[in-house]
């Protein structure tokens, strides 16, 4: 067969090192490291929320935890070019997605009613992390990613109105909603053609 016609380089295109071949079990258990950070930071949080010298602790832990989600569960899926930097704005661009969640929970026009704005926020926030997955990391654009994001997040988001008097830093409901987002993540995001990436 002639070079011209040789099957390698169509064989590389089809196989990039890119985060939608993953396996599922490794993004789990990302997904799991970061729920148990989550334990350790709210923990942390908690230990630091009565020191006057560290101002707005709770604040921070919204950021951070938002952070190490997007750096964990969201990262896998960027590409090689500028993989640091781009994880770096998937964690920034996570732990703003995270803390707008809390807030419109908090503060938003739904604040009455818990169960409607646990399941609005949970749903919003999976689907911006998909979209802000899709344009950093980048992934192929596709439909799919929204109502597979969006559906995992609002069952994710009723989770939270699940009151466990064991459960005071709400570490299940998180582990809900993270670990079916990684799902949701997972078989609906597609890779970039090879060629796309490398540009």
Known sequence: MSAGLSPEPALNERSPSHGTNSSLVFKYGLALTS????AVIAQLADALEPIEAIPDAGL????VVGAVFGALVLGPYVGPKQRALRIVLLA???A??????????????????ATTSFLIAGSASAVLCGVATTLLAPCAPGWR?????????????AAFDVKLSFDQNLLLPHAVWQLLLCLALHFGLRERPAMAMAE
């Open 35 to 38: 729920v148990v950070a989550y």
């Open 145 to 157: 990613v929204v109502p597979l994001a969006a559906v995992a997040g609002a069952i994710g988001g």
């Open 92 to 94: 920034i661009a996570s």
């Open 96 to 113: 703003v997605i995270y803390y707008l969640a809390v807030r419109f929970v908090a503060d938003g026009p739904f604040s009455y009613n």
């Open 60 to 63: 921070w832990f919204h950021y």
